[in-house]
């Protein structure tokens, strides 16, 4: 005897339309990505689960530009990346030094807070970077356990310049961990070449899979610090250690963490291998044209970029808003007549600006022009809401 | 200039085999739900999104047989679920009470000891459940902010009892924690008949999805428990009362929490759209006959059960042995020569027993005497290490 009845809508088979997903991500993923993720399941210790993790780990080391051998992926969303890097090299009473100019930095120094470590934000304006010498002050002040900068902060569409900031932390001691979850890929990044500590990203940005894998790496002296933390990580699920012996990072045999979710790690398996096939320099190249590209269809537009210095724009993604024009109506045109998504503000920019993408196979000509003239129809013949 | 080039095996395409998984899970999953894989990427906050979080509440209250609010999907493994239903309720220097009788209880007492609070282990053999009394003197005597308990203890195959379990908590201020990761679907559990507080399940067992989501629910109770603690949650991600605004629980707008791995939501809506088209009580009638089939067919070839009183085994997994056999061997055969998985032991079982599954679509007549006959092949000839 069923207490609960199931709902009617369930009885309908499931339909989805295609978008051009041209936002803040997830971005489009190709359909041999698609079709790796309806392969027929395999145990999560079976050889070939162990295998496309293999394959995960070369490829994530090539994207990220690394040898690191704890090169693997969280099984979740890209805060879990953030959470991870935090909670592993954090113990209570620890300082972090967290890079605030956008949701993204706000977001950290909440699990910092959280985490029951201590915070000390370093402030920059919305629409611009942390500069090294502001950042070396604070270092220098504070020899926090680590410092905390986002390259793409996907609010603001700002690139966080890096290089120089791996060598200043290691200088006090501190560590040096970075978001790139909206630029990795898209947006040079030499974890190696930087001295980057920690370095994450999710799955369905530039790398075109599907949403649900964190991939991050640790340096040899971010490990280092992990296994001389006093107690093991206050998180099971992050505990790199235990899941450096699930991706077999050690050396050791393979050990059960938790239950990998292989269907996810043979879509990204394959969208390693299509960022391999093309490489990554040339993947850089066209993210940079094809940004280039919309930059100079915005200005024609009339556009008015939220990042005033073009060398702080990240490729992957940019801010904007027009004088004048009511930026939801133009997005909900967008989605509603033409199936393209535009991403409106985020956290602080919330309501004030659009932000369109470009990401893995959304970084193409064909794709600039088509959200280009999408948007310009959008402004020009808006679907106001009185009239849906 | 790269750094660091790829590997050589990304080039190949990725290939997988057909298994017949017959183990302790993931389960295999129906053409429908794969296929749903493989759909067209849209936004975590798009309508469709919404509507199929939508669907995907529904089911899960259907499943769970409840009507809490707060019933949605974690975005992580199993693990995830246990992790987040501890961290939810406790506070650091709250008391815990775990039942541990093989491996899920150790697990779920770790995790309490990392975040700090404090751990009681509540201890029965291996192969039986707890009893209500012995839980009831635990309970009274410590008075603890919770008791956890595991429904199906994969690791042995026992069904713990449920009933009467969550009066008998609710009479000394405790609250009932169940892990049903093993069992929801083909295992009878009424969340609100036994009046459980904190009930959760992963996608890939019974419900035949892919790994990578943890439902959840959460009853009045434990809500108002979370509600009334001294600080917010100490891990973002697992932080129910940021997650239930994101599945949109409390009649709040959809808040961003994290990026929802739509892939796999599309999955699970179609599973439960499966089990709420064969309603659960058939659901549940066809995992018992499947279950006394198999235990019917493994008396017959000589098993020993792990669990002796056929009244505690779990009908979605059978721990078993056979004296003289050896089971490594045995499950390898399996393995190589038929493509179908054999579970050897987890924790304190491993090196010991075979585990059998039938969860969802494996729950069969056809299943069932498949893996029979695979099993005394695979005993009557088994392939030997030195012939690999």
Known sequence: MEDVRP?????????LPHKALMGAGPANA????????????????????????????DGLRYAFQTTNPVTLCLSCAGHGG??????????????????????????????VTRHGSRV?????????????????EAVSKHRPRLLFLVQAESSTSVLQPLEGFGPMCHKYGTLLVVDTVA????????????????????????????????????????????TSRQKPCSVYYWDIMQLGDYWGCFGNPRKYHHTGPVSLFFALREALAILAAEGLTASLRRHAEAAARLHAGLQRLGAEFLVPDPRHRVPTLTAFSFPNVDLQAVARTA???????????????????LRIGLMGVNASEDAVDNVLSVLEDSIKNPILTNKL
Chains 1, 2 share one sequence.
């Open 120 to 136: 000390v934000k370093l402030e920059a304006p919305l629409g611009q970077p942390v500069t090294l010498e502001a950042a070396e």
């Open 7 to 15: 709902a009617a809508s369930l009885r309908a088979p499931l339909r």
């Open 335 to 353: 989605m509603t007549r033409h199936g393209v998504e535009l991403s409106g503000g985020l956290g602080p920019t919330v309501g004030r600006i």
């Open 183 to 226: 630029s990795l890929g898209g947006t040079p990044l030499w974890t190696d070449r930087w001295e980057l500590d920690v370095v994450y990203t999710g799955s369905q940005k530039v790398l075109n899979a599907p949403p649900g894998l964190a991939p991050i790496t640790f340096s040899p002296r971010a490990m280092q610090r992990i």
């Open 30 to 57: 190709p359909p041999r990505v698609l079709h790796a993720s309806a392969q027929p399941l395999v145990g999560h210790l079976h050889a070939e689960a162990l295998r496309v993790m293999d394959d995960i780990k």
């Open 82 to 111: 953030m959470e991870a890097s935090l909670t592993n090299l954090l113990e209570p009473g620890d300082v972090a030094v967290v890079a605030v100019n956008g949701h993204w930095g706000a977001r950290a120094s909440d699990m």
